[in-house]
């Protein structure tokens, strides 16, 4: 019978430390990486939009995004890249997971912010006064408590019953804005907190319902501290009229910088 190549890939690591100590090691460690059959899901944070050089299809997916640079970097068995621009929790399940199955060692997903209503929030505030921004937040959050959670359950229940071995890392999302920071023009302060307010609770509900799995949450959050709008030195992109779609999406620089070390980590 196969050994599950996710325990295979466990103990070469334990292996390769305790061999490291005696300047050994190196070799297996590396080969037990390749050996990973590795599934990238999700939304457009995950497929890379604002990360240009995309593959030509509608699902935007980049080579800069971090499933394609972790890919790069690793070489593992099999890569397949699934995610896509737009998806919602239900074309996670719906159009996404025909790669999985009971080989599969690794899958990385984001999904919610879509379902949450990222882009009517996003657009609300920038065109609208902030009143109704604020209380188009407050519906997003509402939204996060009361349906999120059930939508969440049954996209992870769906990769588990697929991948029963897998290591399932799910990825956050990051705050927009550095408050008090350089932007001199666009929203007002108290809609930014706001915003960054809801960022945090989506991922909140999120890690709770990944940990409920037994899945890792990947907290982007930190990494991404001093890249945030109005730092000057941003990983997103604020709103571009010229690409409305990139708008609040993270740079290259936001993929190898911000989501890809959190994954490398978690994973």
Not at 29 to 52: I, N, T, W
Request: with cysteine; glycine share 10%.
């Amino acid at each position: 019978m196969k050994m599950s190549r996710l325990v295979a890939f466990s103990s070469s690591l334990l292996l390769g430390a305790v061999l490291a100590l005696t300047g050994a090691g190196t070799a297996n460690a590396d080969a037990s990486v390749k050996a990973v059959d590795y599934v990238a899901l999700g939304d457009s944070y995950s497929s890379g939009v604002g990360a240009g050089s995309y593959d030509g299809s509608s699902c935007k997916r980049s080579s800069r995004a971090y499933p394609a640079l972790w890919a790069a970097a690793n070489s593992p068995a099999s890569f397949h890249f699934t995610a896509c621009s737009g998806a919602r929790t239900d074309d996670v399940t719906g159009g996404q997971l025909g790669p999985l199955n009971a080989s599969t060692d690794l899958v990385s997903v984001s999904v919610g912010g879509n379902d949450a209503g990222f882009a009517d929030v996003m657009t609300t505030c920038v065109l609208q006064s902030e009143a109704t921004c604020l209380n188009r937040i407050a519906t997003a959050r509402a939204y996060v408590d009361s349906t999120l959670p059930g939508r969440l359950d049954s996209v992870y229940a769906a990769i588990r019953a697929k991948a029963p071995a897998a290591q399932v890392v799910v990825l956050g999302y990051p705050r927009f804005y550095q408050l008090s920071g350089s932007c001199v023009a666009g929203l007002s302060e108290r809609e930014r907190t706001a915003i960054n307010g809801a960022s945090d609770h989506l991922n909140a509900a999120t890690a709770k319902r990944a940990a409920d799995h037994g899945f890792t949450f990947g907290d982007v959050r930190t990494a991404f501290t001093g890249h945030e709008i109005c730092s000057g030195d941003s990983w997103l992109h604020s709103v571009n009229w010229l690409n409305i779609g990139e708008s609040y999406h993270p740079t290259a620089a936001g993929q190898s910088g911000g989501y890809l070390p959190v994954f490398r980590s978690a994973a």
